[in-house]
């Protein structure tokens, strides 16, 4: 009779910290879905009934904002960190004004070049962006919200998973 196999002892389970590019890819996944999905979501309204583009038009800028937006995702969201950073304050008003700056500063210029490589004649450009800018209020810090959210929500999906594993 040979004498039972003993395990050694366990060691406390312990998930080790993602390395830093994994961490960043996702980061840069997170951005890049945050910034797709709000972009078309806002889009459909100002560009089919405010602005009139044919659904061929709005199907041709919607493709260049999908190019567009997964390249200027990150980029977007660490200059929002950096206006953040820059422009300390607290309350509901400071989020709203540095939010809405930030959106309007970064994202008026693309969006009418995105117009005007789509296909879109200079009125169509004018009544789109004079909205956007009109919208960038509504807009700014609603997406702020909108990606500061998906941020906790991947962070707490991560952390339970790993709680899940460790088990």
Same mark, same amino acid.
């Given at each position: 009779?040979?004498?039972?196999?003993?395990?050694?002892?366990?060691?406390?389970?312990?998930?080790?910290?993602?390395?830093?590019?994994?961490?960043?890819?996702?980061?840069?996944? @997170?951005?890049?879905?945050?910034?797709?999905? +709000?972009?078309?979501?806002?889009?459909?309204?100002?560009?089919? @009934?405010?602005?009139?583009?044919?659904?061929?038009?709005?199907?041709?800028?919607?493709?260049?904002?999908?190019? /567009?937006?997964?390249?200027?995702?990150?980029? /977007?969201?660490?200059?929002?960190?950096?206006?953040?950073?820059?422009?300390?304050?607290?309350?509901?008003?400071?989020?709203?004004?540095?939010?809405? /700056?930030? /959106?309007?500063? +970064?994202? @008026?210029?693309?969006?009418?070049?995105?117009?005007?490589?789509?296909?879109?004649?200079?009125?169509?450009?004018?009544?789109?962006?004079?909205? +956007?800018?009109?919208?960038?209020?509504?807009?700014?810090?609603?997406?702020?919200?909108?990606?500061?959210?998906?941020?906790? @929500?991947?962070?707490?999906?991560?952390?339970?998973?790993?709680?899940?594993?460790?088990?």
């Amino acid at each position: 009779m040979s004498p039972p196999i003993v395990a050694p002892p366990l060691e406390p389970a312990t998930s080790p910290a993602p390395p830093l590019a994994l961490c960043r890819r996702r980061e840069l996944l @997170l951005d890049i879905f945050a910034m797709n999905s +709000f972009s078309w979501a806002v889009a459909i309204p100002i560009e089919l @009934l405010l602005a009139g583009l044919s659904l061929q038009e709005h199907l041709q800028v919607r493709v260049m904002a999908l190019v /567009f937006n997964t390249l200027i995702a990150r980029p /977007f969201g660490q200059y929002r960190l950096w206006v953040h950073r820059r422009l300390p304050g607290q309350g509901k008003l400071h989020g709203y004004l540095v939010d809405t /700056f930030v /959106f309007l500063s +970064f994202q @008026l210029p693309l969006y009418t070049g995105n117009m005007l490589l789509g296909g879109a004649d200079w009125l169509e450009i004018a009544t789109a962006s004079g909205t +956007f800018m009109l919208l960038a209020g509504a807009m700014g810090r609603p997406y702020g919200l909108y990606l500061d959210w998906l941020r906790r @929500l991947w962070i707490s999906r991560r952390q339970h998973s790993r709680a899940g594993a460790m088990a």
